[in-house]
């Protein structure tokens, strides 16, 4: 015992001689460390994440234990004779305790850089459903996940899991070349539209009229009405939608480059145009702007995935449910899925909790809600607080009809993940008839900022007009280039803060310096902008 008083008494003295950064994160272990950096405001999994890129050492269990400076509860504790940093490691990761029991633990999120894994991409169309399925991975294996623009700002490292929204524009190739495999998330096309809608919401509607004004350095004749964002915010979905099928059809195809509108295939130009300006309307982006009538277009494909960026290429090895992992009796199938998807290689294989254990590991997650914050641990969170009139409905079947119709053809029947995503989607497409029901019966009533669609707002507007006597229709401004230019806006102030950042980190490495401490929380503030899906207060 004299010797572990001894080791404990240097290293109490070692850590007083850290910086302040450092003596904080140590002393709020269980991501509470609210005031790690004052102003910037930075919720858990940033600061946990701005300590890693910083290259502070998260002590293991044990080691903390040792010094009370842990909020977890270790009773009991065993001391073995030996103390080196690998065996403390192994006690912070989740516990296979035998009969199918188990004990959450969180991974060690700084990863040694001399470990050879085999690393997972999980995408997904931009939802809170991809977080939940790296919190599995990272409680089966013990390592954590780490998100595209991460590895954009912050540049490369050894995390095992990426979590990713590319194609889409919220998402970034951000990774390079570092991937082996990929494993695709399909969440509910319902849900995920909602989500939509609050994020643009949060962009701010009420506050950035002025600056959007400005960046776009066009004259408007007034602020939209609340009623003229509701209806571009309806078209936006509506375009969302197409998106939705467009997002699955990419990774399926292995990166086939396909217009978002009509699917079709369509040259490298216009992917670029794709890629680069997302918000443009749908007649900026016809199809038809890029392709003459009667011209055979060459199938292409993303040049990511042509030049081998993905180890087993862009072709998803496992296809899985959003909804089933979080249901009480299809939830933890879901987890055994992804847990086979990180057998497929020994280098990622060997850390992987023992299979009777899996069970186990879900009911932690999912049921006892152990673990980082999800989605459904926020307050408020209803999908259901917001109605779909029958055409944003019917649009919503039309894409799930052309995917499940899609991929039920001979050519994909061999395929076990065409044949699960066809499962996945008819669940979906059989809720969204139940509710094309409640609406037809009227047990679901519509209000005005419900999701009605163009159709539904134009019928309520010629109600109000002839309720007032109104023979001739007032003049209406359209304001919907204001909506496009503050998305765009957004979407191209990213990429310039990103290259920013590329830029000086390229210009340290030629230095062979890093970022400094003041540098890393900068980009991690222009990060907390960009990371919408996990700050937001409703997902």
């Known amino acids: 015992m004299l010797g572990l008083a001894a080791i404990i008494i240097s290293v109490a003295l070692f850590e007083t001689s850290l910086p302040p950064l450092y003596q904080t994160y140590l002393e709020n272990t269980n991501y509470q460390a609210t005031n790690l950096f004052g102003p910037s405001s930075l919720d858990d999994d940033d600061q946990r994440r701005l300590a890693n890129s910083l290259n502070l050492y998260q002590k293991p269990s044990l080691y903390r234990t040792s010094l009370g400076n842990t909020n977890y509860q270790a009773t009991n504790l065993f001391i073995p004779s030996s103390l080196d940093i690998d065996g403390q490691r192994s006690l912070a990761n989740s516990l296979n305790l035998g009969g199918g029991d188990c004990q959450w633990q969180p991974p060690t999120y700084d990863v040694p850089a001399e470990v050879d894994f085999h690393k997972t991409i999980v995408t997904g169309f931009p939802s809170g459903d991809k977080r939940m399925v790296y919190l599995q991975m990272e409680a089966l294996t013990g390592w954590p996940a780490k998100d595209e623009w991460d590895f954009a700002f ?62 776009s350095k066009s004259l408007f004749n007034g602020k939209p009405h609340l009623d003229e964002f509701y209806a571009w915010r309806d078209s936006r979905v509506l375009d969302e939608t197409r998106w939705f099928g467009w997002f ?20 490298h130009d216009h992917w670029q145009d794709l890629m680069n300006k997302p918000f443009y309307t749908r007649e900026e982006l016809n199809y038809d702007n890029y392709v003459e009538n009667g011209t055979v277009i060459t199938p292409s494909y993303d040049p990511h995935c042509v030049n081998g960026e993905i180890t087993a290429g862009c072709v998803p090895v496992a296809v899985i449910s959003a909804d089933r992992l979080r249901d009480h009796t299809q939830g933890p199938a879901e987890t055994t899925a992804v847990g086979t998807a990180l057998l497929n290689d020994a280098r990622t294989a060997e850390y992987i909790i023992g299979g009777e254990a899996w069970d186990c590991i879900w009911k932690e997650l999912i049921i006892t809600r152990k673990g980082p914050t999800t989605v459904y641990d926020r307050p408020g969170v209803n999908e259901d607080g917001y109605n779909f009139s029958l055409e944003m409905l019917e649009e919503m079947i039309f894409e799930l009809n052309r995917l499940i119709t899609k991929y039920s053809l001979p050519e994909w029947s061999t395929r076990a993940t065409a044949n699960r995503l066809v499962d996945i989607l008819v669940e979906q497409r059989a809720l969204l008839q ?46 919907s280039r204001y909506f496009i230019n503050l998305l765009q806006t957004r979407f191209n102030e990213k990429l310039r803060e990103m290259r920013r950042f590329l830029m000086k980190r390229n210009r340290k490495a030629s230095s062979e310096q890093k970022l400094s401490g003041e540098e890393t929380v900068e980009a991690f503030n222009a990060l907390k902008k960009i990371r919408l899906h996990e700050t937001r207060p409703f997902l």
Not at 248 to 267: A, P
Not at 439 to 468: C, H, I, Q
Request: hydrophobic share 35%; glycine share 8%.
């Open 434 to 479: 139940i509710e094309i029901n409640e609406v037809n019966s009227g047990m679901r009533k519509l209000r005005d900022n419900d999701f009605l669609g163009p159709a539904e707002r134009v019928r309520r507007r010629l109600e109000r007009e002839a309720y007032t006597r109104s023979h001739v229709a007032p003049k209406e401004e359209d304001n």
């Open 154 to 215: 912050m540049g490369p490292s050894n995390h095992p899991f990426i979590k990713a929204n590319y194609p889409h524009h919220e998402g970034i190739w951000g990774w390079e070349g570092v991937a082996d495999q990929v494993l695709l998330v399909i969440p509910n096309i319902r849900r995920s539209m909602v989500e939509y809608h609050d994020i643009v919401w949060d962009l701010g509607y009420a506050t950035t009229w002025e600056q959007a004004t400005n960046f």
């Open 248 to 267: 699955i059809d990419y990774w399926m195809e292995g990166g086939l480059q396909r217009d978002v509108f009509t699917h079709k295939i369509i040259t």
